[in-house]
T-cell receptor, first 111, second 116 residues
Framework: AQRVTQPEKLLSVFKGAPVELKCNYS??????LFWYVQYSRQRLQLLLRHISRESIKGFTADLNKGETSFHLKKPFAQEEDSAMYYC?????????????FGKGTKLSVIP | GAGVSQTPSNKVTEKGKYVELRCDPISGHTALYWYRQSLGQGPEFLIYFQGTGAADDSGLPNDRFFAVRPEGSVSTLKIQRTERGDSAVYLCASSSIGGALINEQFFGPGTRLTVL
């Protein structure tokens, strides 16, 4: 069965410092990986997906199949980045494309 | 346009009671998902509808949980004989179908269920 692990429950960084939110997954096939974000009092929303290879709000994430990782990175953290971040996985064999989520990491950017 | 809506936003009930949670997906989205998020956890898949039919209900924890989508739009998640362990935020998501990429799921604000 597929699994997503986010080892850090809470990550605190100073404004302007680099950020890396870790995500590891277990799945034997070819997964599709996502990062979802939930800002305070807002709904869960897609931040980025590995297949798009794009940078959103300065964040990037590279899929490393050898290490089964999909870490989220940003070179300079901003206060508005403070939120809950969830790494999620799906795969074409799922039929439903249901998402399997990690437990989430709360990012706190200190001014 | 309007996003996914869920009602009620909060529901408090007593152990053993029956509850219904409603989801109104984005217009035109044929795929609809229910997830459950317990405290300190990520969302966990419950059930998936493609149109009117439940195409995958493998995430439903037991037979107290049931969901319908009779007209292929609004969906209702029904929980019988609620237990304290059912307390969680129930999330609904919808997506379109088709195209080369797996389509983005758009989430509703959730219903916070508290079973006393």
């Amino acid at each position: 069965a597929q699994r997503v692990t986010q080892p850090e429950k809470l990550l605190s960084v100073f404004k302007g410092a680099p950020v890396e939110l870790k995500c590891n997954y277990s799945y034997s096939g070819s997964p599709e990986l996502f990062w979802y974000v939930q800002y305070s009092r807002q709904r869960l929303q897609l931040l980025l997906r590995h297949i798009s290879r794009e940078s959103i709000k300065g964040f990037t994430a590279d899929l490393n199949k050898g290490e089964t990782s999909f870490h989220l990175k940003k070179p300079f953290a901003q206060e508005e980045d403070s939120a809950m971040y969830y790494c999620a996985l799906t795969y074409s064999g799922a039929g439903s494309y249901q998402l399997t989520f990690g437990k989430g990491t709360k990012l706190s950017v200190i001014p | 346009g309007a996003g996914v809506s869920q009602t009620p936003s909060n529901k408090v009930t007593e152990k053993g009671k029956y509850v219904e949670l409603r989801c109104d997906p984005i217009s035109g989205h044929t795929a609809l998902y229910w997830y459950r998020q317990s405290l300190g956890q990520g969302p966990e898949f419950l059930i998936y509808f493609q149109g009117t039919g439940a195409a995958d209900d493998s995430g439903l924890p037991n037979d107290r949980f049931f969901a319908v989508r009779p007209e292929g739009s609004v969906s209702t998640l029904k929980i019988q004989r609620t237990e304290r362990g059912d307390s969680a935020v129930y999330l609904c998501a919808s997506s379109s179908i088709g195209g080369a990429l797996i389509n983005e799921q758009f989430f509703g604000p959730g219903t916070r269920l508290t079973v006393l």
